[in-house]
């Protein structure tokens, strides 16, 4: 089976720096992704780690460290428009299915 | 590009209803899954199609059916609706099963309750 974890709430200022982390057991593992929900709408993909280290989209950097089944989001320079929730998946190297964690509800205040 | 459509966006249903959700996407992508999201949980993918012609079991399948009809169209059937599977459904797709880029495109969601 696969299992992800992540910490249900996390609350940050405006400007601040806040990481999410994410451990992880999975058979057959390929990658880790990162989604931003808002509420009432859809997933949104935000970014993706199949090796080790660090991928940087804009504000948003994503870690990886298979061999601590861990990984993190990194969101930088924090606006009151990231409030949102934020889910870890990871993927398997059969078909592309993905197991997803049950969330982080990210607070930003001003 | 519309993306991924889902049809309906809400919908009432009595136990014991049947119903089948709508999904298409039109972004030539091989690969399609159904999720189903309860309040303030993660996405559980119920079934998915790697590819045209083939469909397959996720984590909690029980109670559902779904149809690959062709590439762009995956369909999710509830034969005998139960309270339990009030929930929010979405659809997604990507462009392969496999590979080392990873990104679903998720549909709107269709907003289900079961009396």
């Known amino acids: 089976g696969q299992s992800l974890e992540q910490p249900s709430e996390v609350t940050a200022v405006e400007g601040a720096i806040v990481q999410i982390n994410c451990t992880y057991q999975?058979?057959?593992?390929?990658?880790l992704s990162w989604y931003q929900q808002h509420d009432g709408g859809a997933p949104t993909f935000l970014s993706y780690?199949?090796?080790?280290g660090l991928e940087e989209t804009g504000r948003f950097s994503s870690f990886l460290s298979r061999s601590d089944s861990y990984g993190y989001l990194l969101l930088q320079e924090l606006q009151m428009k990231d409030s949102a929730s934020y889910f870890c998946?990871?993927?398997?190297?059969?078909?592309?299915?993905?197991?997803f964690g049950d969330g982080t509800t990210l607070t930003v205040k001003p | 590009n519309a993306g991924v459509t889902q049809t309906p966006k809400f919908q009432v249903l009595k136990t014991g209803q049947s119903m089948t959700l709508q999904c298409a996407q039109d972004?030539?992508?091989?690969?399609m899954y159904w999720y189903r999201q309860d309040p303030g949980m993660g996405l559980r993918l119920i079934y998915y199609?790697?590819?045209?012609?083939?469909?397959d079991k996720g984590e909690v399948p029980n109670g559902y059916n779904v149809s690959r009809l062709n590439k762009r169209e995956f369909s999710l059937r509830l034969e005998s609706a139960a309270p339990s599977q009030t929930s929010v459904y979405f659809c997604?797709?990507?462009?392969?099963?496999?590979?080392?880029?990873?990104?679903?495109?998720f549909g709107p969601g269709t907003r289900l309750t079961v009396l």
């Open positions: 199609s790697a590819s045209e012609g083939t469909t």
């Open positions: 780690n199949a090796l080790d």
């Open positions: 999975t058979s057959g593992f390929y990658g």
């Open positions: 997604a797709s990507r462009t392969s099963p496999g590979g080392s880029y990873n990104e679903q495109f």
């Open positions: 972004m030539n992508h091989n690969s």
């Open positions: 998946a990871s993927s398997n190297t059969n078909a592309g299915k993905s197991t």
